[in-house]
């Protein structure tokens, strides 16, 4: 991609624009999932359709290596004296493991509104 001057922008959008990719990258992991489950199921897919979710799965890890350099560069420019309040965020994660990644190291169980730990089944 060509070199091209950018102007600052405020973190809101920035944020936003970054979650409507992961989004979209959610959307297109569900659609291979449903591929390989109908699969192991016994649909029998095309050659096309496996190599249309082929691509798929790289498209989707090659979003996801672009997007950590992303986010991995905004991080270095983050002012280390802004503090952001994340219990909202961290709370709505359902996922265990990536609620404490996300948070770091905690002593104490990251509990939602209605009682229940965060994350506590890591099921699919």
């Known amino acids: 991609m060509p070199k091209v001057e950018i102007a600052p922008v405020a973190m ?3 944020l936003s624009r970054v ?3 992961l989004q979209e990258l959610q ?6 999932e449903d591929a390989i489950a109908r699969s192991l ?3 029998e897919l095309s050659i096309k359709e496996n190599l249309t979710n082929l ?4 498209s989707i890890v090659q979003v996801l ?4 350099k992303y986010i991995g560069n905004l991080a270095d420019q983050a002012c280390s004296d802004h503090l952001v309040d994340i219990n909202v965020s961290v ?4 996922l265990r493991d990536l609620a404490r990644n996300l948070v770091g190291p905690l002593t104490e169980a990251i509990v939602d509104e209605d009682g ?3 994350g506590e089944v890591d099921l699919f």
């Open 91 to 94: 709370q709505e994660i359902k």
């Open 27 to 32: 959307r297109n992991g569900r659609v291979v």
């Open 65 to 68: 290596g672009e997007l950590e």
């Open 41 to 43: 199921l016994g649909d």
């Open 12 to 14: 809101g959008p920035l």
């Open 19 to 21: 979650s409507v990719q």
């Open 116 to 118: 229940g730990v965060s």
């Open 55 to 58: 691509q798929g799965i790289d």
